[in-house]
């Protein structure tokens, strides 16, 4: 039976997917070269490579896709959104525009559109609740409306006062912290002095998505809701108690996956507590100095993200090699690019903690995980692998590391997405085994590591 590829053709990128989502998918898989250098150093060092005769054609991204082929049938449209019916990729990560209520909105990675469909869902549920005076008449005219009178907000009390001298001195120190940090997603002085913040934060939480999106309609959403609720007295899950009944809400696309206990911290602390929490974590895994401070001073991630990444970290405790990880971490040079390593640094604690402990070591300076046995596996958060020309320069280009590879019982590849036919073979003809769609992001069916 013939093959078929997935991917129609190579293209230019459409004009709708927006010249700035071009430079960010580009951008994003900068790291791909790096990433199928690991996964491929592992195919390379046992087996020759193949004869030019061998190869199958090369395709030349980006390809125009179908997005439909790509997204289940639920997920290309609600009543607020719709995908657009062309994606893109690279060679490695599509990328899809979603045309929504309130504008468009570009997703890159599978992983990022599910997101972003889940933000879809918190803002127009934040608008109906504003539209149904759940939070008075100030936002009678929906979630995005101004909010008259900020500034009487100051006149609510910052603290009770029992606890006072705590909660005054970690005041400050937020405060002092909010002026003076570089952080963009710090909250500032007056939402720390208001208080509105933390009702923010706990109504992004409820909603199952990131406080601190860069997807502007949510962002200034959340933050009118924050100060309309706080003002009110109005608690995010008395709120939700109500507006998620009979919504998509109540079906969410995907959680926030942090544990409980990180989720409590995402929900009551401002960025600048997160930094010292996730810092605090980070030396209780016995990680250097440095390259914890070359995490934490990377905004390219979110408080969120940074979080998740942590929480990931700690579902590998007693692993080896967790600090390259971090370092590698802190180098992402863009937000595309922090969103890949979040999503790695995730599928890379769930499957040491759900499938096998492992340590990691170090392939092409990109690090990968292999159990006490000797199953040696490089998790990556790809969508489409395609065989391109740059990834058998990658191939050629290769030598296998003895050191690394010695003990190693068996070799694979798991990708969260999938991968074109001809890729597979060549992948299969050097002796590795690729395993797709392994739902180590999503929540599917785990694999099993077979010898």
């Not at 391109?388 to 191939?395: E, F, K, R």
Request: glycine share 10%.
């Amino acid at each position: 039976m013939a093959r078929q590829n997935v991917y129609l053709k190579g293209c230019d990128i459409p004009d709708e997917v927006g010249k700035g989502s071009v430079g960010a998918m580009q951008e994003t898989l900068k790291i791909a070269g790096n990433v199928l250098t690991a996964a491929m150093l592992l195919m390379v060092a046992a087996s020759p490579i193949l004869a030019a005769e061998q190869k199958p054609p090369f395709v030349q991204p980006p390809l125009q896709m179908e997005a439909a082929q790509l997204v289940p049938k639920e997920l290309m449209a609600g009543k607020d959104y719709k995908v657009a019916p062309q994606a893109t990729n690279d060679g490695y990560v599509n990328t899809y525009m979603l045309n929504t209520d309130w504008g468009e909105v570009t997703a890159v990675s599978d992983y990022r559109l599910r997101a972003r469909i889940q933000e879809v869902h918190a803002l127009k549920a934040l608008d109906e609740m504003s539209r149904a005076g759940v939070f008075g008449d100030s936002l009678r005219n929906g979630a995005l409306a101004p909010i008259e009178g900020l500034v009487n907000l100051v006149k609510s009390p910052i603290e009770t006062t029992k606890g006072a001298v705590k909660g005054v001195g970690r005041w400050f120190g937020n405060i002092a912290k909010s002026v003076s940090s570089d952080d963009p997603h710090q909250e500032g002085a007056l939402s720390a002095a208001t208080g509105w913040a933390g009702t923010k934060r706990a109504f992004a939480v409820e909603l199952g998505v990131d406080p601190y999106t860069d997807w502007q309609p949510l962002s200034d959403a959340l933050a009118s809701v924050g100060r309309a609720a706080f003002a009110g007295g109005i608690t995010a899950s008395v709120a939700m108690g109500a507006a998620t009944r009979d919504t998509a809400l109540q079906y969410p696309v995907m959680g926030l996956g942090l544990s409980k206990s990180m989720n409590q911290v995402l929900k009551d602390n401002p960025p600048e507590r997160i930094t010292e929490i996730n810092r605090e974590e980070m030396a209780k895994l016995d990680l250097g100095a440095e390259a914890i401070d070359g995490f934490l001073r990377n905004y390219n991630y979110t408080p969120m993200e940074k979080l998740q990444v942590v929480d990931a970290l700690k579902r590998m405790k007693g692993a080896k090699g967790l600090e390259a990880l971090v370092i590698q971490a802190g180098t992402a040079p863009d937000k595309e690019v922090a969103h890949y390593m979040q999503q790695r640094a995730m599928m890379m604690g769930n499957f040491h903690a759900k499938v096998a402990p492992a340590d990691l070591i170090p392939l092409a300076e990109v690090p990968v995980q292999k159990t006490a046995d000797g199953h040696l596996v490089g998790v990556f958060p790809l969508d489409y692998v395609a065989w391109t020309a740059d990834l058998d320069v990658i191939i050629r280009d290769m030598t296998g590391d003895a050191a690394v590879l010695s003990g190693v019982t068996s070799k694979e590849i798991w990708l969260e997405g999938s991968i074109s036919p001809d890729a597979r073979e060549a992948a299969e003809a050097l002796g590795w085994t690729v395993r797709e769609r392994v739902g180590l992001l999503t929540g599917e069916p785990l694999q099993v590591v077979k010898g």
